[in-house]
């Protein structure tokens, strides 16, 4: 029987050439023996045909998976397991109907995710960098401009009660937040037991002092926020976006930065990524910005790959990995 062969893509490593996500990750490999496995050759921003002739399996972290990636008739891969939720970067129809498997992983993120969001609010909230740099200049006494805002009875509004979005809502419980959820999909009930409220989009924006976009990228949710939604906010609100640059418009971001429409921003996405150096957001101090990363550490990332690498394990088996984004392509040929 041909042994399973596995290219982790090598995006994954650090500069001293180790697994951003550890070793102890690489032992879930070991629950099949027949299954081998090699970082590829190089680095791609696109997987090339001759990665997907060459492997059955591919565990991908940034690279893009075209309709190119798995079109030649040498194409050998049955599964790609992203390193990590999302999966805009993928041709989804272009897997599934070559009946290749796409796994993701949407447990492992949840908690990471929704204490970064926390991050951000804490830091704008108490408006963190702007206090930094006022005592590393010697400004000690301009502290008095910049009070900040306190959570209690304030509303926190967020877009999307998929798995993170829920996660959100448990993490910031106990800190005196009113919290209200817009998405057409999601349970009243569930939310009830929650403590949170299902509103409209409109009532959302209108109503929150911080408001978290939390929602997948689809065809759906592409620039869901934009200039009328942003219009709604409050000029003492925040915006955060730890979901997908593409969910905002966001040269309409940046015009409400600009007018004052809204407080500031907590960013840990971009509509380009990696983003512009020449980016208006990156010049505005009413704006933290972060590489799309500010969930990563060594907990986050050693859950994403235990949890990736063991779908791999699992399809590698014959069995249906707990995350499948197309079950139309399962079961395999």
Not at 11 to 33: I, M, Y
Not at 204 to 211: G, N, P, T
Not at 277 to 294: E, R, S
Request: glycine content about 8%; proline content about 6%.
């Amino acid at each position: 029987m041909a042994r399973f062969r596995l290219g982790i893509m090598r995006d994954v490593l650090n500069s001293a050439g180790e697994p951003t996500f550890g070793t102890a990750a690489l032992e879930v490999l070991k629950g099949n023996p027949e299954l081998e496995w090699e970082y590829t050759p190089e680095t791609a921003a696109e997987i090339p045909q001759e990665f997907a002739a060459r492997y059955d399996g591919l565990y991908v972290n940034s690279a893009r998976v075209s309709a190119a990636s798995v079109s030649r008739g040498d194409c050998r891969v049955r599964i790609v397991a992203r390193h990590g939720i999302g999966f805009d970067s993928v041709d989804v129809a272009a897997l599934t109907a070559k009946g290749i498997v796409l796994t993701n992983t949407p447990v492992a993120v949840r908690r990471p995710v929704a204490v970064a969001t926390l991050t951000l609010l804490f830091a704008l909230a108490g408006r963190l960098f702007a206090k930094d740099r006022i005592t590393r200049v010697g400004r000690w006494t301009q502290r008095n401009d910049l009070m900040g805002t306190g959570l209690v009875g304030r509303t926190l509004g967020i877009v999307g009660a998929g798995g993170i979005g829920k996660e959100l809502l448990r993490v910031s419980a106990p800190f005196g937040l009113r919290r209200i959820v817009a998405d057409p999909y999601a349970s009243e009930d569930r939310l009830r037991e929650l403590d949170a409220a299902l509103v409209p989009l409109d009532a959302l924006m209108r109503e929150s002092d911080f408001v978290v976009a939390a929602c997948l990228l689809n065809e759906e949710t592409r620039h869901l926020i934009g200039a009328p939604q942003f219009a709604l906010m409050k000029p003492s609100a925040y915006f955060i976006n730890v979901a997908r640059g593409p969910v905002v418009d966001e040269p309409a971001l940046i015009d409400a930065l600009r007018a004052g429409k809204i407080a500031g921003a907590g960013l840990d996405v971009f509509e380009q990524e990696p983003v512009d150096p020449a980016n208006p957001l990156l010049g505005m101090d009413n704006v933290i910005v972060t590489p799309h990363a500010l969930c990563w550490t060594d907990e986050c990332f050693h859950a994403i790959a235990t949890e990736g690498l063991g779908s791999v394990v699992d399809f590698s088996l014959g069995r249906r990995p707990a995350n499948v984004v197309n079950p139309q392509a399962w079961p395999p040929d």
